[in-house]
């Protein structure tokens, strides 16, 4: 199935682009560089132009392999030209070519952006986080350009987030552009990452009101949020036992919580009623596990038209999202069957492939997974039906909804 993209996100992209552009400029030239490129406010720089791996000392001398001489005195192997070397997944599988939607970050496909021809910059995805923050502006009765300040925190902070995600997963590929890591280097996408967390907050914290410090708070508790879910499920990729109430909370640390502070940063920032606040916030974390169960569903049975992923990536990459870990705690012969089947050393072939997502769906993972995100659709709905707001700004929040819980299988 498929869903119209809301009308909300053209006035986010209108007025979120360019003053996010600009408080970019803010960053130091080098860490700029990177950040523009992954936020899709840069082309793909020329292959000569694409920063080393690792700098030339300032006086003038050739740079010094980040690696210790070996004690037996032979020179130290310098590091492969550019790209740097992939690094491997937590879970000891080889990397993948394409971004993981199942890390709650939609695939390169999914994220709206136009394929980069002719150097052009790809965009910057759908800016779902900005049309929520702005529309939360307008739910506490402002204009959405008082929402500008806060909807550029939530995207910077997501795109802190994507870009060490990259690295961690090895994904090569976003938005149908090579990966920030690959073009400049892990380090140069660490820091872009950690450059951008820290302007968010100095964007919220320039307000000096009560309402800058409140939604700098709100921001920071969903990060806090964000990092435990990512730990959460590198650890998983490394356990056996990993219960169906510890997926979900992961998938709330690591998806929800974010989402849930763009549904309510907007309207805490310019002093809305807590009602409303409170109210935008039960909506945006109902919403964002109704997008984490959609994304996982899409992780094994997804079109990688849409994905931009190989059909079944998730499984080939042993991920444990809410699906597989429901059909694993299942407590059947096709549960049985799946966990022996993951726990192989060897990589599993497209037969295998198919045969763990035939018992995925055998033992209940699938089946469950789309009667909870239906659940989680509907707490959202809940939520806006009691918070008080502008008749128009509720369908819109209850449209976007639709849209990031309604794509193509």
């Known amino acids: 199935m498929t869903a119209v993209m809301p009308a909300g996100v053209a006035t986010a992209r209108d007025l979120v682009g360019p003053a996010l552009a600009t408080a970019v400029e803010r960053l130091s030239p080098d860490v700029r560089t990177v950040a523009a490129y992954h936020l899709g406010l840069s082309p ?15 006086d003038g001398s050739a740079a010094a ?22 690094p491997p997944p937590a879970n000891g599988h080889a990397a993948r ?15 709206g952006a136009v394929p980069a021809a002719g150097g052009k910059p790809g965009g910057g995805g759908k800016a779902l986080r900005p049309a929520l923050a702005l529309l939360s502006a307008r739910a506490a009765m402002v204009a959405p350009e008082r929402g500008v300040p806060a909807a550029m925190a939530v995207e910077l902070v997501h795109n802190f987030s994507l870009l060490h995600d990259d690295i961690m997963d090895g994904d090569t590929e976003r938005r149908h552009r090579p990966t920030a890591w690959t073009v400049y280097g892990v380090g140069a996408a660490i820091l872009a990452g950690d450059a951008m967390l820290a302007l968010a907050q100095d964007i919220l914290l320039e307000d000096t009101r009560p309402q800058g410090l409140w939604a700098a708070r709100c921001l920071s508790a969903a990060v806090q949020r964000l990092i435990a879910g990512q730990g959460a499920d590198l ?24 989402m849930a502070c763009a549904c309510s940063i907007g309207a805490i920032h310019v002093g809305a009623p807590p009602a409303v606040a409170m109210g935008l916030a039960g909506f945006g974390a109902h919403a964002g596990l109704a997008f984490q169960l959609t994304d996982d569903l899409l992780g094994i049975w997804g079109s990688p038209a849409v994905t931009g992923k190989p059909v079944r990536s998730d499984l080939r990459a042993r991920k444990k999202s809410l699906p597989v870990v429901a059909a694993l705690t299942a407590g059947t012969p096709a549960a049985a069957e799946l966990a022996k089947l993951l726990r192989r050393k060897d990589e599993l072939s497209e037969d295998d492939l198919a045969r763990a997502a035939g018992l995925v769906e ?5 089946s469950w997974t789309e009667e909870k995100a239906a659940a989680q659709l509907a707490a959202a709905r809940t939520c806006l039906a009691e918070t008080p707001m502008p008749d128009d700004v509720r369908a819109e929040f209850a449209g976007i909804a639709e849209f990031i819980t309604a794509r193509q299988w």
């Open 65 to 86: 392999p980040p690696f210790p001489a070996p004690a037996d005195g032979s020179a130290a192997a310098l590091p492969p030209p550019m790209p740097p070397p992939m």
């Open 97 to 111: 070519g394409g971004h993981a939607a199942s890390n709650g970050h939609a695939g390169p496909a999914a994220d």
């Open 362 to 366: 055998e033992a209940g993972g699938k």
């Open 44 to 58: 793909l720089p020329a292959p000569a132009a694409a920063a080393p791996p690792f700098p030339a000392p300032a």
């Open 235 to 258: 650890a998983f990729e490394q356990r056996d036992d990993v219960t169906l109430a510890e997926c979900e909370q992961m998938a709330g640390d690591k998806t929800a919580a974010l």
